[in-house]
């Protein structure tokens, strides 16, 4: 059974940083593509970031390009999010994902303008 555990979120003012961190059980990153995502109040879940396991390549939403940077420790089984410059538009649920169906239960990041 694989479990993601997201951590790290929290209330930030705008212009600073967050790292989250999503811990996996049951399903090795090493093998694994990671992808965080996010839902905002009445929108829907938007892909943010992605890591490929054969590759390494990262991919990125337009919107968080050059100030989110996506990473994996295989060590720890755990994949990162770390968010510089962060803007109130960037509040929301940050998701955890392993393709296609495994999710973490969400971790809440608040920014204050």
């Known amino acids: 059974q694989v479990q993601l555990v997201e951590s790290g979120g929290g209330l930030v003012q705008a212009g600073g940083s967050l790292r989250l961190s999503c811990a996996a059980s049951?399903?090795?990153?090493?093998?694994?593509?990671g992808n965080w995502y996010r839902q905002a109040p009445g929108k829907e879940r938007e892909f943010v970031a992605g890591i490929r396991w054969l590759s390494g390549s990262t991919l990125y939403a337009d919107s968080v390009k050059g100030r989110f940077n996506i990473s994996k420790d295989n060590a720890k089984n755990t994949l990162y999010l770390q968010m510089n410059s962060l803007k109130p538009e960037d509040a929301a649920i940050y998701y955890c994902?392993?393709?296609?169906?495994?999710w973490g239960q969400g971790t809440q990041v608040t920014v204050s303008s």
């Open positions: 994902n392993v393709p296609v169906d495994y």
């Open positions: 049951g399903r090795s990153f090493r093998w694994s593509d």
